[in-house]
């Protein structure tokens, strides 16, 4: 069995155990709020909205390529925001920009690769692998 069949059926189970074999949680009328919520706080204070944005969009049933666009237009436009406050405590500073400019070409070559490598990953795995990786994530910024 590959990973996201384990998963589906550990997840099946669990419903079934629980009873909620027909509620979805992303129908929820609280999921939606409270994910925004969760992202919007661990953004300001720690640049951890990661887990609570992939969490959401995966539970929307995104396809692999929605996720991972949808998730870097919706951290440009959070951190675009975040630029003038920054900038206003001295984090971003002239030197900090020269800086980041000189590192441009590199983050232009990831997205590539990063999209190219995504073609083969298989969805299911996509998803198993990137909840995991929110947990472990999520987990390690409550313990630290």
């Given amino acids: 069995m590959e990973p996201s ?6 997840n099946q189970l669990y419903r079934k155990a629980r009873g909620l074999d ?10 939606a709020p409270s994910m925004g919520i969760a992202a919007g706080f661990t ?6 909205a ?33 630029l003038p406050f920054a900038a206003g405590l001295g984090l971003v500073t002239g030197e900090s920009l020269l800086f980041n ?28 692998m990137a909840l995991r990786l929110a947990l472990l994530g999520g987990g390690y910024l409550l313990v630290t």
């Fill in 22 to 31: 027909n509620l979805a949680l992303s129908e929820h009328p609280a999921f």
């Fill in 50 to 82: 990661g887990p609570f944005v992939l969490i959401y969009m995966l539970a929307m049933r995104m396809g692999k390529l929605e996720v991972v666009g949808s998730i870097a237009w919706f951290f440009l436009v959070v951190n675009l925001f975040k």
């Fill in 43 to 48: 953004t300001m204070v720690a640049n951890a």
């Fill in 101 to 128: 400019l000189w590192l441009a070409p590199a983050v232009v070559l990831g997205a590539v690769a990063g999209r190219w490598l995504l073609g083969f990953i298989h969805q299911g795995f996509f998803e198993w």
């Fill in 5 to 10: 069949s384990w998963a589906q059926f550990f």
